[in-house]
């Protein structure tokens, strides 16, 4: 497989633990991997920070082991849509789209959207997309990812990537209609 530079520069700080090479992965990485944490898990911002945490902190301990089988980011967002899932799932509390009432973390979270209302509207209509479709929309929408990346990250086929996005959209055209 090909490497790019960021998966050549995983490599490196995997060699000598330089923590210059890692500042440089985590400064170009946090923003987007806490952003797609927050809109898979609803968490806010400074729950997520801790998921965000956990995820690097796997990155700086797998530095000697890791093996390019995909690219350093893909791999990066994988590990940060398994742990999201796993986060939804540990907290095992199913919140009814009338009875969530988001913090300004989340809503700031959210693209820094200006209108308020408008993200009210659509983080109540994201609570209608179960987990895996979340995170498909999140990686192609909010992290403009291809269906291929989107496949490799969630570790499924372009097929159920197609089918997870048709039926969030589907879904959240349906919850938004007359709304936004």
Do not use: C
């Amino acid at each position: 497989m090909e490497q790019d530079e960021d998966t050549a520069l995983y490599i490196r700080y995997g060699k000598n633990s330089d923590p210059a090479l890692f500042r440089a992965l985590w400064d170009k990485y946090k923003g987007v991997v806490l952003s797609t944490i927050m809109r898979i898990t609803l968490l806010p911002k400074d729950e997520a920070e801790d998921i965000l945490q956990e995820v690097f902190i796997k990155v700086m301990d797998e530095r000697n082991r890791f093996t390019p089988k995909a690219k350093f980011g893909t791999w990066l967002y994988r590990m940060a849509v398994n742990r999201s899932y796993n986060a939804v799932r540990d907290r095992k509390v199913q919140v009814e789209i009338d009875e969530h009432q988001p913090d300004n973390q989340s809503i700031l979270a959210l693209d820094r959207l200006v209108e308020t209302e408008r993200v009210l509207i659509l983080e109540k209509a994201l609570l209608n997309l179960n987990e895996r479709q979340r995170a498909a929309l999140t990686l192609r929408e909010f992290q403009e990812k291809s269906y291929a990346e989107i496949a490799e990250i969630m570790e499924v086929s372009i097929d159920t990537v197609e089918s997870l996005l048709f039926h969030a959209r589907t879904k959240l055209k349906s919850v938004l209609k007359g709304r936004i």
